[in-house]
């Protein structure tokens, strides 16, 4: 069994202990096992479960997109490392030791999960509806957020780019498989595993300041401390693995924030607090909220649009992957449909040095992964290695259907400041811009939504933290 099946049933069997152990001190508020079936039932609580299915194939349309596009958008991963240059790298080397990577390792999946399944759960379970449903959206809405950050401004993993960085993660035996096709190694910016949680704690602020409910005197305090330790372990975790930029932490929150806000504000209505869903909604309150919205997305679809086309200007220029000295690293083929071909041009782009690369299957990886290293020597007797001489590039035909690849790329210099910069144009027929366009609107609709409202209560002398639709403003005052 994979890393994936084993955390969720270990996720699973801790269901119940967790609820249990974090209701110690106010087991007044737990549901009784017998009205489980009524409470989902009265609660609609099946449409969370619903919520987690779109999310899956969201996710899913999201990857089947970024690997064609990139072609078109390139990456902006020299320009990440020109401000924050080897910092993540001095965190590796400064605590790296093969036991913290293990725990990290395990950390890095299994409480990602965990806070994401289990927090919907224990809020159920504790007769919290509302922040039931804002943990279910806190999950499907954020990750839709960052869709076009992931789709138009690619940032490859630190252990991709930075010369002596280890990683830790993908190169792990046990995880390869599971990462190579779930993860396509450049969605570095913004980090999820700081925009989840960090939205976590931010709803239940949001939640607790508009109840007027000190949080040091919440029943779920312990909860919520919980979740901000695993956050501040996993901003450690995303740098040490050699996956994340220390950037990605303050767009990851950021990320996180538009999301809980967006997610506060709009769940009112959809529980009809404040009467029917659409009750206060007119022509000149649609108009209004289309012309602000409409600008704030038309804004950053002139941004994205822009960033392409520079990229698209500047392909000749653009370097996918860098390998210092000895480094080994692999770029993920997504599979094919039948009677597809998809291209890889491979170009080392340095003037001296040749490169080496082989193409294996990642079902056959991870006998040659291991503790945050790829035995190249093992890959060179079981397949076949090609060299690419330096300023010198080669074309791979890749037309396999249903099967995910590893382009395997090895600096065959002993010295780690021998660094060769590479370009892998993978052309897959059709980049599907216009089909990425779409899938990122409801992401730049979400901020000027959440810029709008944050404007209009500005202006209304309100909270922040004000859920309360706008048409109840006057009847309150």
Known sequence: ???????????????????????????????????????????????????????????????????????????????????????????????????????????????????????????????????????????????????????????????????????LLYHDSWYVEFYSTHDPLDNAVPSLHVAIPFGMLLLNWLHCKEKGIQIKEWNHYRYHLFILANTILFIFTIAYLGIHWLVDIPLGMFVGAIGALFIHYLQPRLRNDFGKTFKGVNRKKITTHAIFEGAVTLFLLALIMISVNYQEDNIDDRVSLRLGGGDTLFEIYNPLVEGQTMTSEIINLDDSNNLEYAIVNVEDSPEYMGDGNIDWIKIKKDFEVKTINSSSSVNEIVNAPDEWNLLILHNPNSNVENVIEIRVLNDYGDERYLDSLLLSLPSLWITGFVVFRLTRLNKNERNLFDSTPSHAWGEEE
């Open 1 to 167: 069994m994979g890393p994936y099946g084993v955390m969720m049933g270990i996720i699973l069997v801790l269901t119940p202990v967790t609820c249990w152990l974090f209701t110690l001190g106010c087991k007044e508020v737990r549901t009784p096992l017998k009205d489980a079936y009524r409470i989902i039932i009265e609660k609609k609580y099946y449409l969370h479960i619903l919520g987690y299915a779109v999310i899956i194939k969201w996710k899913a349309l999201t990857d089947n997109l970024n690997e064609p596009l990139k072609i078109k958008t390139g990456n902006w991963t020299e320009l990440i490392y020109t401000i924050e240059g080897n910092a993540t790298l001095w965190i590796q080397q400064a605590f790296e030791n093969s036991y913290l990577t293990e725990f990290l390792n395990f950390h890095y999946l299994f409480i990602y999960l965990f806070l994401i399944y289990i927090t919907t759960v224990y809020f159920a379970y504790v007769g919290e509806r509302d922040l039931t449903d804002k943990m279910t959206l806190n999950y499907l809405l954020i990750y839709a957020i960052a869709v076009p950050y992931y789709l138009f401004f690619n940032v490859e993993v630190t252990s991709s780019w930075i010369p002596g960085m280890d990683a």
